[in-house]
T-cell receptor, first 111, second 115 residues
Framework: TQLLEQSPQFLSIQEGENLTVYCNSS?????LQWYRQEPGEGPVLLVT?????EVKKLKRLTFQFGDARKDSSLHITAAQPGDTGLYLC???????????FGPGTRLSVLP | DAMVIQNPRYQVTQFGKPVTLSCSQT?????MYWYQQKSSQAPKLLFH???????NEADTPDNFQSRRPNTSFCFLDIRSPGLGDAAMYLC??????????????FGPGTRLTVT
């Protein structure tokens, strides 16, 4: 069974600070997604990474997929209160049969 | 805009009284999923439909059933809700095929309260 771990579990920072959250596994994933979920809403897809070493940028968010496709990171530059939410990573194997979520990182950005 | 819609957004039911949650999608995706999410936890997959094929997770209680009458609609039936079934229920869809990356698109969820 593939498992994803995320760290830190909770993160509270001031507006304008930078931060990085991590998603790790001992298994190889064919693709990995990052979602953001706000209270009372469903997760919203931010990005999908599929190639080892891949880096994708979405405005102030930078996503990286590890070379071995076992881990990923999300870096936020100059965090804003609107970035507050639960960040979930999720991945699947080559056939999409084992789609799993990590436990999430709950981010709070204080004004 | 193409989307995943869940109705109702909030549902209150009594202990033991059957309840049905609805999901519809305009994305024309062939896979639909139901997740249960409790406070401060990640979504937990209950089951999914690959086209018409139903796939149940091993630890999903028999109390939870699902129906998918067509591509666009999927229902979650809870036959005898218990207090422990109070949660957010999320519907998601994906388009799976040889070139897909198995991205899932979520609806806004239905918050179920059991009294």
């Amino acid at each position: 069974t593939q498992l994803l771990e995320q760290s830190p579990q909770f993160l509270s920072i001031q507006e304008g600070e930078n931060l990085t959250v991590y998603c790790n596994s001992s298994s190889v994933f064919s693709s990995l997604q990052w979602y953001r979920q706000e209270p009372g809403e469903g997760p919203v897809l931010l990005v999908t990474v599929v190639t080892g070493g891949e880096v994708k940028k979405l405005k102030r968010l930078t996503f990286q997929f590890g070379d071995a496709r076992k881990d990923s990171s999300l870096h936020i530059t100059a965090a804003q209160p609107g970035d507050t939410g639960l960040y979930l990573c999720a991945g699947s194997d080559n056939y999409g049969q084992n789609f799993v979520f990590g436990p999430g990182t709950r981010l709070s950005v204080l004004p | 805009d193409a989307m995943v819609i869940q109705n109702p957004r909030y549902q209150v039911t009594q202990f033991g009284k059957p309840v049905t949650l609805s999901c519809s999608q305009t994305l024309n995706h062939n896979v639909m999923y139901w997740y249960q999410q409790k406070s401060s936890q990640a979504p937990k997959l209950l089951f999914h439909y690959y086209d018409k094929d139903f796939n149940n997770e091993a630890d999903t209680p028999d109390n939870f059933q699902s129906r998918r009458p067509n591509t666009s609609f999927c229902f979650l039936d809870i036959r005898s809700p218990g207090l422990g079934d109070a949660a957010m229920y999320l519907c998601a869809t994906s388009r799976e095929g040889l070139s897909s990356s198995y991205e899932q698109y979520f609806g806004p969820g239905t918050r179920l309260t059991v009294t």
